[in-house]
């Protein structure tokens, strides 16, 4: 006789919740940190109709009691109701991939190197480096990917920001 | 009637229509990039029109504004990215219809709607300005407060199945409006000494990152080479007679409130939006399709941001005081020009009323016109390989949020938020609540606060304005979910009594 368990048991299972629960510690943490803050906020010596602390300080309370009940709903729901995406998510997301992580943490990394070069390179040179840093990133090779393109795209930026509606870049 | 022909008459020049024409092409190039606003091109084209005539100045920089409301809804329907603020709402619906092969009709479709509120908020201009005006002079600070309190109701809708984890994100939204300048003393409040925190979280770097940044970041971490594009095929151009119909009502439903919450001093296109999109949801048939690809949805925030523009002008120019912020940097222009907009100048110079409605009308013909030709070209654009088209737009998203303040600080913040919206979608939390949230909490705050200073709580429960929004607040949250409840339990007990499939014998199954 064979008998059918359900699919989702054991560690699989509480792996799942406490992935679920981790956000809800994450803004529970932030609304903590806005209540410390709220209460840091200096009273002003003339007297007014509300404390300037209500404001922030009612969000704090807002954010900590949802931060608990989604905590809590983690734990009661089942894994996969508490991981459901919302309405306005990509029903096709799938999951993170190990290069994909790779590409975003290395175009997150070429923005930040952009930033710094431009203070020392004029945009013409700094924007191509940063163009070409991306296309690499995203799986560009060869003198067509890596030189023309952001040549193309360098140059019909700096004409349109810089020229046109002269932003100083 | 002299007035209306002398207005129009004015416009029927060579130097107008190239004006308009200039105009028009400065605006949707300007709508098409995000982070260059309406606002940041407007005063950036006043300079240039200064020396000019007023009418032919005015008519560069209305249809630069006009234009832009129409450039922007392309990037916020192919690639989820706001032109403009007053696109945001655009994204729920559009980019989700682009999505599904459906781009075509959804670029159409919002570039019809956003001519028929154009033309609504036009028609409201011309001939309702003094009645609206003086019930816009009516509102004060518990009135705002309660029209903020019934925007932010829209929390719970954009939230879906998700309700706990959208309030949570339209919290944060609310805590980060809280960043910047006391809105009752001006002391600075959680800017950690950072100067470019004064003025408040940049907001556009914010909108930018949380929907552009990050729906690249989401293509990029999830696709293995390969696979399909999300949108490869922009289906039909032309919505059918059956979707025309289906338009009519969000259409109404968009114009009505666009022009409404135009006319309110100090409330953007973009909150007009995001209201009409919640409003016509909530008297929609099929409202659960809002926020999946709904062609209502989609119209219906366009319609209202479009029709916002002629209530801003109305009041800009009924009242002397601006709509928003485009509208203060062309008042500033106007009184440069020696025209002092206020109630007296419907008496004093009626024709030039009439001229700036013609030319707005203008305009939104020819932004339409513009809209239709040069979509077909933008879809080109996305065929692009994956690694050409992910670095172009976050190139340009990266050099469009630094122009807005010139600030490299701003990209920082629109990298920072890209990361934070990849992680929320990856958890399940929707980013509109958050943008939804930091728009609208500096005015929620700054109103609540006024109130209690004026005569606490009484101000509010004694405005008959203030207390039939809220109560229109509670019945539009409270309404739905009662209405959903019955048909829930209608539909089981005409289950139960719906007799079920005959037990099949063991052995006919066999």
């Not at chain 1, 906020?41 to 007297?47: F, K, M, S």
């Not at chain 1, 940063?130 to 004409?159: H, M, Q, S």
């Not at chain 2, 075509?104 to 300005?129: C, K, N, P, Q």
């Given at each position: 006789m064979v008998s059918h368990h359900p699919p989702v048991q054991g560690d699989l299972g509480v792996a799942a919740r406490w992935r679920a629960a981790a956000p809800g510690v994450v803004f529970l943490v932030l609304g903590t940190v806005l209540l410390g803050l709220a209460r840091s906020i200096e009273l002003p010596t003339r007297a007014l109709a509300v404390s300037p602390r209500i404001w922030p300080e009612a969000l704090a309370f807002g954010i900590i009691g949802l931060s608990v009940l989604q905590i809590v709903l983690a734990f009661v729901t089942t894994p996969r109701a508490a991981t459901a995406k919302t309405a306005d998510d990509d029903d096709e997301e799938g999951p993170a991939s190990r290069s994909g992580i790779v590409r975003v943490v290395g175009f997150v990394a070429a923005t930040v190197a952009f930033g710094l070069l431009w203070y020392y390179l004029h945009f013409l040179v700094s924007g191509l480096v940063f163009v070409a840093a991306l296309t690499w990133v995203a799986g560009g090779r060869g003198i067509k990917d890596l030189l023309l393109f952001p040549a193309g795209v360098t140059v019909v930026i700096y004409v349109l920001f810089g020229l046109l509606l002269r932003v100083p870049l | 009637m002299n007035a209306l022909f002398e207005g129009f008459g004015a416009l029927l020049s060579l130097q107008m229509l190239l004006c308009i024409a200039i105009g028009a092409g400065i605006g949707m190039l300007v709508g098409a990039f995000p982070g260059i606003t309406a606002t940041m091109a407007v005063a950036l084209a006043s300079a240039f029109t200064l020396t000019m005539d007023p009418l032919p100045g005015l008519a560069v920089l209305l249809t630069i504004l006009i234009a832009a409301q129409f450039g922007d809804r392309v990037p916020a329907i192919l690639i989820n990215t706001p032109g403009t603020p007053a696109s945001i709402a655009t994204t729920f619906d559009g980019y989700a219809m682009a999505k599904q092969g459906k781009a075509g009709i959804a670029l159409t479709a919002s570039a019809f709607a956003s001519a028929a509120g154009g033309f609504v908020g036009i028609g409201v201009l011309m001939v309702a300005a003094i009645p609206l005006s003086t019930l816009a002079m009516r509102f004060g600070s518990p009135e705002m407060f309660a029209l903020v309190i019934f925007g932010l109701t829209m929390m719970v809708e954009v939230s879906g199945k998700q309700l706990v984890k959208g309030l949570i994100a339209g919290l944060f939204g609310l805590a980060l409006g809280t960043i910047g300048r006391d809105p009752m003393d001006g002391s600075d409040r959680f800017t950690f000494g950072i100067p470019q925190l004064v003025e408040g979280v940049p907001f556009i770097a914010v909108i930018i990152g949380l929907f552009g940044i990050a729906e690249v970041f989401s293509q990029m971490i999830s696709r293995t080479r390969g696979q399909q594009k999300p949108i490869t095929s922009f289906g039909r151009w032309w919505p059918n007679k059956q979707e025309n119909k289906q338009l009519i009502k969000p259409v109404a439903v968009g114009s009505a409130v666009g022009t409404v919450v135009g006319v309110l001093?100090?409330?953007?296109g973009d909150i007009g939006g995001i209201v009409a999109w919640n409003q016509a949801k909530r008297l929609s048939k099929q409202p659960e399709k809002f926020g999946k690809g709904s062609l209502e949805g989609l119209t219906a925030a366009d319609s209202s941001s479009n029709a916002g523009v002629g209530g801003s002008v109305l009041t800009t120019l009924a009242l002397g005081v601006p709509g928003d912020s485009v509208m203060a940097v062309m008042l500033g222009s106007m009184i440069i020009w020696g025209i002092q907009p206020g109630p007296g100048l419907f008496s004093s110079q009626p024709d030039l009323v009439y001229s700036i409605a013609g030319i707005m009308l203008v305009a939104t013909v020819l932004a339409l016109g513009l809209s239709l030709l040069r979509m077909r070209g933008v879809a080109k654009l996305l065929e692009l390989p994956d690694r050409f088209l992910w670095t172009v737009i976050l190139a340009f998203c990266v050099v469009g949020t630094y122009a807005v303040n010139n600030a490299i600080f701003d990209v920082g913040v629109m990298l920072l938020f890209g990361v934070l919206g990849l992680l929320l979608r990856r958890y399940g939390f929707p980013a509109g609540p958050i943008v939804l949230g930091l728009i609208l909490g500096p005015l929620a705050e700054r109103n609540f606060r006024r109130s209690m200073e004026l005569g606490g709580l009484e101000t509010i429960y004694t405005s008959p304005i203030a207390v039939g929004l809220i109560v229109l607040g509670v019945l539009a949250v409270a309404v739905p979910r009662i209405r959903a409840r019955r048909k829930a339990r209608r539909q089981e007990a005409d289950d139960s009594d719906t007799p079920t499939d005959p037990p099949v014998p063991v052995e006919a199954s066999r």
């Amino acid at each position: 006789m064979v008998s059918h368990h359900p699919p989702v048991q054991g560690d699989l299972g509480v792996a799942a919740r406490w992935r679920a629960a981790a956000p809800g510690v994450v803004f529970l943490v932030l609304g903590t940190v806005l209540l410390g803050l709220a209460r840091s906020i200096e009273l002003p010596t003339r007297a007014l109709a509300v404390s300037p602390r209500i404001w922030p300080e009612a969000l704090a309370f807002g954010i900590i009691g949802l931060s608990v009940l989604q905590i809590v709903l983690a734990f009661v729901t089942t894994p996969r109701a508490a991981t459901a995406k919302t309405a306005d998510d990509d029903d096709e997301e799938g999951p993170a991939s190990r290069s994909g992580i790779v590409r975003v943490v290395g175009f997150v990394a070429a923005t930040v190197a952009f930033g710094l070069l431009w203070y020392y390179l004029h945009f013409l040179v700094s924007g191509l480096v940063f163009v070409a840093a991306l296309t690499w990133v995203a799986g560009g090779r060869g003198i067509k990917d890596l030189l023309l393109f952001p040549a193309g795209v360098t140059v019909v930026i700096y004409v349109l920001f810089g020229l046109l509606l002269r932003v100083p870049l | 009637m002299n007035a209306l022909f002398e207005g129009f008459g004015a416009l029927l020049s060579l130097q107008m229509l190239l004006c308009i024409a200039i105009g028009a092409g400065i605006g949707m190039l300007v709508g098409a990039f995000p982070g260059i606003t309406a606002t940041m091109a407007v005063a950036l084209a006043s300079a240039f029109t200064l020396t000019m005539d007023p009418l032919p100045g005015l008519a560069v920089l209305l249809t630069i504004l006009i234009a832009a409301q129409f450039g922007d809804r392309v990037p916020a329907i192919l690639i989820n990215t706001p032109g403009t603020p007053a696109s945001i709402a655009t994204t729920f619906d559009g980019y989700a219809m682009a999505k599904q092969g459906k781009a075509g009709i959804a670029l159409t479709a919002s570039a019809f709607a956003s001519a028929a509120g154009g033309f609504v908020g036009i028609g409201v201009l011309m001939v309702a300005a003094i009645p609206l005006s003086t019930l816009a002079m009516r509102f004060g600070s518990p009135e705002m407060f309660a029209l903020v309190i019934f925007g932010l109701t829209m929390m719970v809708e954009v939230s879906g199945k998700q309700l706990v984890k959208g309030l949570i994100a339209g919290l944060f939204g609310l805590a980060l409006g809280t960043i910047g300048r006391d809105p009752m003393d001006g002391s600075d409040r959680f800017t950690f000494g950072i100067p470019q925190l004064v003025e408040g979280v940049p907001f556009i770097a914010v909108i930018i990152g949380l929907f552009g940044i990050a729906e690249v970041f989401s293509q990029m971490i999830s696709r293995t080479r390969g696979q399909q594009k999300p949108i490869t095929s922009f289906g039909r151009w032309w919505p059918n007679k059956q979707e025309n119909k289906q338009l009519i009502k969000p259409v109404a439903v968009g114009s009505a409130v666009g022009t409404v919450v135009g006319v309110l001093p100090a409330v953007g296109g973009d909150i007009g939006g995001i209201v009409a999109w919640n409003q016509a949801k909530r008297l929609s048939k099929q409202p659960e399709k809002f926020g999946k690809g709904s062609l209502e949805g989609l119209t219906a925030a366009d319609s209202s941001s479009n029709a916002g523009v002629g209530g801003s002008v109305l009041t800009t120019l009924a009242l002397g005081v601006p709509g928003d912020s485009v509208m203060a940097v062309m008042l500033g222009s106007m009184i440069i020009w020696g025209i002092q907009p206020g109630p007296g100048l419907f008496s004093s110079q009626p024709d030039l009323v009439y001229s700036i409605a013609g030319i707005m009308l203008v305009a939104t013909v020819l932004a339409l016109g513009l809209s239709l030709l040069r979509m077909r070209g933008v879809a080109k654009l996305l065929e692009l390989p994956d690694r050409f088209l992910w670095t172009v737009i976050l190139a340009f998203c990266v050099v469009g949020t630094y122009a807005v303040n010139n600030a490299i600080f701003d990209v920082g913040v629109m990298l920072l938020f890209g990361v934070l919206g990849l992680l929320l979608r990856r958890y399940g939390f929707p980013a509109g609540p958050i943008v939804l949230g930091l728009i609208l909490g500096p005015l929620a705050e700054r109103n609540f606060r006024r109130s209690m200073e004026l005569g606490g709580l009484e101000t509010i429960y004694t405005s008959p304005i203030a207390v039939g929004l809220i109560v229109l607040g509670v019945l539009a949250v409270a309404v739905p979910r009662i209405r959903a409840r019955r048909k829930a339990r209608r539909q089981e007990a005409d289950d139960s009594d719906t007799p079920t499939d005959p037990p099949v014998p063991v052995e006919a199954s066999r």
